[in-house]
């Protein structure tokens, strides 16, 4: 692989409610845990928590909005993430192609016994 895996980074976007909250924050430019919260099938309370997580490994950025604080993805950090999954996903798809070699090898070679 090129790139060095961050596993709190894959840890963070591992989970499906937080990759939905990213999807979200996305779409609409960004967010509080309350509007968050709206379009989720989870508390505000369990939203803050996710955001803190995506937080913690630079994949939103929060600024105060009056009461609330207002998320926003770091695009350059997505991007990054982006670039580990598809750095990952090359390597894997290069051993599977090893592996169909070999066991077509080993086909070849039974059915000329």
């Given amino acids: 692989m090129t790139a060095a895996v961050d596993d709190d980074l894959w840890s963070a976007v591992g989970d499906p409610t937080r990759r939905r909250m990213l999807d979200l924050l996305l779409a609409e430019g960004g ?11 989870v508390t505000r309370q369990a939203v803050a928590k996710h955001l803190g997580v995506l937080d913690r490994v630079g994949l939103v950025h929060a600024t105060s909005a009056g009461r609330e604080r207002r998320y926003r993805v770091d695009e350059a950090q997505l991007a ?15 051993r599977l192609r090893r592996i169909k070699r070999i066991a077509e090898a080993i086909q070849r070679s039974q059915d000329q016994q």
């Fill in 80 to 94: 990054r993430a982006v670039a580990q999954l598809s750095s990952v996903g090359a390597a894997w798809d290069a």
């Fill in 31 to 41: 967010g509080t845990a309350t509007s968050l919260s709206e379009q989720l099938p």
